[in-house]
């Protein structure tokens, strides 16, 4: 399971870049567009004014004109695919982000599930110790002569007996 999640963050950071990639391209496309318009509104004001000046007739100003204006209904048609485009691109790098952030949150449940299998497989080893120890306590505490009694010859720690009876977990680091 950590490996398919970990093949999953893989793939995930991979879309990630990729969605980056997209996203930074289209909006240096939209950039560049825009700044054409802009460039294009600028030499429109300025056949406007040269006009206004007197450095040009009628007809070249409206031809130009013309020519400037059908150049701006383009170039605004691009300028608002290129937008859509940036919205798109941000939307899948939105979705990229997500989809990594799940896919690393599956890898570390992946991981603490795989922690807790080798840490139960632990305590069931200490736990055949412990027992094996207590027996051992008793035995000897039985041929010297102790009473019959468990508690007599040992007590388990608070934690142990948290747990145990109440079943409280121990807190990691507690020593009582």
Do not use: C
């Not at 825009?34 to 007197?54: F, I, K, P, V, Y």
């Not at 002569?145 to 934690?159: D, I, N, T, V």
């Amino acid at each position: 399971m950590i490996e398919i999640s970990a093949q999953l963050v893989a793939s995930a950071e991979q879309t990630l870049a990729d969605a980056k990639v997209a996203h930074d391209r289209a909006a240096m496309e939209a950039s560049a567009l825009q700044n054409r318009m802009a460039d294009l509104t600028a030499r429109m004001g300025a056949t406007r004014n040269a006009h206004a000046a007197g450095d040009m007739t009628d007809q070249q100003a409206g031809g130009l004109f013309g020519i400037l204006s059908a150049d701006r209904d383009d170039l605004a048609r691009l300028v608002a695919s290129a937008e859509v485009s940036v919205t798109a691109s941000a939307a899948a790098l939105t979705a990229a982000e997500s989809k990594l952030s799940q896919a690393r949150l599956s890898l570390e449940q992946a991981t603490q599930a795989q922690r807790a299998v080798e840490l139960t497989a632990t305590a069931k080893r200490l736990e055949d110790k412990l027992t094996a120890t207590i027996a051992a306590i008793y035995e000897a505490g039985i041929r010297a002569g102790k009473p019959r009694e468990l508690s007599a010859h040992w007590q388990p720690g608070q934690a142990l007996q948290r747990a145990i009876s109440l079943r409280v977990p121990p807190t990691l680091g507690a020593h009582p």
